[in-house]
């Protein structure tokens, strides 16, 4: 019940920050590239997103853990700084996959544990289903965490051609075990075909690259690419083989010690998996975008300062991510983008670069962002710079503040008493998307999904 009130807001939020996103994109130019540039050639699509990255762990940002890839594939491309996630794991990956807020698909409590009988609806295509009917050739590697109790709900069902991975929430880095709610350990990793049961003492950043690069090596390139790449990296356990630790010395925190040292594997992964694009002679063709699921967990050794807040909390910390879109088939470079992007905006851009359907989806809840992403930066003219947030347990009698945050980004100047009519007009939009919500799915942990009845292995049981 705790959790209840924070992530009714989360979704609040989100919706309101959606709001304002599709107000400004329909003040400008179209939003439709589908179907006025059918003779281009469609652009590989690569995804890669990092797991509990914080705001302050790039290096661009003025991190003290060093991303020298990152940092170029940024500055090659378009880093977006005013991009908002979900504070959460499986509502921000519902949310790519489907292009609709968790209100719209029951998963708006907390995430999809995997002893959860849930996943993300059936109901509406993913956005692999959707490059898939575009023709696209369609890979996922990594972290699933949309649900598996059926087979129905596991990623090769769900638009990708092949799959190698993790399907719950978290795991061992070199082992790849979840623990069951009895506390026993059960491998987590498989491919569309089954277990995989010989990657033990493989890192998962190293796996994770191997694979995805194993995806392009045998990629036939007369057919475009989409490729999700869903790191473990850099969510907890802090797990990280010592080479890649050893330049971080001077940090003295060890949790903060460890986890710049995961950074910097998986900046170095992201560095082989370009190189491997490049290889190949795709990269010229590709848009690739790096973002992360959800602000860093303060606790498991992230920072978002300056921002206030991190994972699982609805401060700026929690929910304004890390990300930028690169790759050569993005024209421009070494831009900053201002512009408010949502992770649901992902859906229809990149299913309109892929110049696919939208057709048989659910009303999504993104809007396509290509064009302000690649135009040349007017900075930022929001119809609204004031967000609504609450956290409870600041203060008993308290749960809504009032930031504008282009003035105040790490939330530090409550408006609330200020501007009450601000405050009522934004509630009201809340309030108004809360009717659209439908109930939260949150099923009781199901004991018939114990590992052990099932060889030893996560995997469907219903
Ligand atoms: C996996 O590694 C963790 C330590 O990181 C350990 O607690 C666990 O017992 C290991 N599980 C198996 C099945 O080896
Ligand atoms: C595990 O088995 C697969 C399939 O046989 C093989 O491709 C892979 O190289 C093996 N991995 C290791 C670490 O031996
Ligand atoms: C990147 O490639 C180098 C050279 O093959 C390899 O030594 C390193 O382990 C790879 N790193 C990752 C994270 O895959
Ligand atoms: C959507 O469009 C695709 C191709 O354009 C077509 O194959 C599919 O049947 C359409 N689906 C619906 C629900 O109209
Ligand atoms: C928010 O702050 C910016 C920068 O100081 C200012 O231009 C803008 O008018 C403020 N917005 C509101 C609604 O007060």
Redesign the pocket.
């Known amino acids: 019940m705790k959790l209840w009130l924070p992530l009714l807001f989360a979704v609040w939020l989100s919706a309101v920050s959606g709001n304002i996103n599709r107000r400004a994109s329909s003040s400008s130019s179209s939003s439709n590239n589908n179907n006025n540039n059918n003779n281009q050639k469609r652009p590989n699509i690569i995804f890669v997103l990092a797991d509990d990255y914080g705001f302050n762990d790039i290096g661009y940002h003025g991190s003290q853990i060093s991303t020298p890839t990152l940092d170029k594939l940024a500055s090659d491309g378009v880093k977006l700084e005013n991009y908002y996630v979900q504070p959460l794991c499986s509502p921000t990956r519902s949310q790519l996959m489907s292009g609709r807020y968790q209100i719209h698909t029951g998963l708006q409590h907390v995430v999809i544990w995997p002893e959860q009988p849930n996943g993300l609806p059936l109901d509406s295509p993913t956005m692999a289903d959707k490059m898939k009917e575009a023709g696209y050739a369609t890979h996922m590697v990594g972290k699933w965490h949309l649900g598996f109790y059926k087979d129905e709900y596991l990623p090769w069902n769900r638009g990708f051609d092949s799959y190698f991975g993790y399907i719950g929430d978290r795991e061992?880095y070199?082992?790849h075990?979840n623990t069951y709610m009895d506390g026993e350990?059960y491998?987590d990793l498989r491919d569309q075909n089954g277990p995989v049961y010989n990657e033990?003492g493989h890192y998962s950043t190293h796996l994770f690259t191997e694979k995805a690069i194993d995806v392009l090596q045998a990629h036939d390139s007369s057919k475009p690419l989409f490729l999700y790449l869903a790191y473990q990296s850099v969510h907890t356990?802090l797990?990280v083989p010592e080479k890649y630790e050893r330049q971080y010395t001077h940090i003295q925190d060890s949790k903060r010690r460890s986890y710049a040292g995961m950074v910097s594997a998986m900046d170095e992964g992201v560095g082989n998996l370009t190189q491997a694009l490049k290889d190949k002679g795709l990269w010229d063709n590709t848009v690739l975008v790096f973002s992360t699921d959800n602000g860093g967990a303060r606790r498991g050794g992230a920072n978002n300062f300056p921002l206030r807040g991190g994972k699982s909390t609805l401060w700026e910390g929690g929910i304004h991510g890390v990300a930028f879109v690169t790759g050569g088939s993005v024209a421009l470079k070494g831009t900053v983008n201002r512009e408010l992007i949502h992770v649901t905006d992902w859906f229809p851009t990149l299913v309109g670069l892929a110049q696919g359907s939208l057709n048989g989806t659910k009303p999504l809840d993104g809007v396509d962002q290509w064009d302000t992403i690649s135009s040349t930066p007017t900075c930022c003219k929001f119809p609204l710079c004031i967000v609504v947030s609450a956290e409870p347990n600041t203060s008993p009698d308290k749960n809504v503040w009032l930031f504008n945050i282009t003035a105040d980004p790490t939330e530090h100047h409550d408006l609330s008493d200020q501007m009450p009519g601000t405050v009522r007009t934004l509630l009201g939009y809340l309030q108004r998307f809360n009717q659209h919500a439908v109930p939260a799915v949150y099923p009781p942990l199901d004991k018939n999904s114990n590992p052990a009845l099932r060889g030893g292995v996560w995997g469907p049981w219903q």
Do not use: A, K, S, V
């Open positions: 061992d070199f082992n075990t350990e491998l033990t356990p797990q």
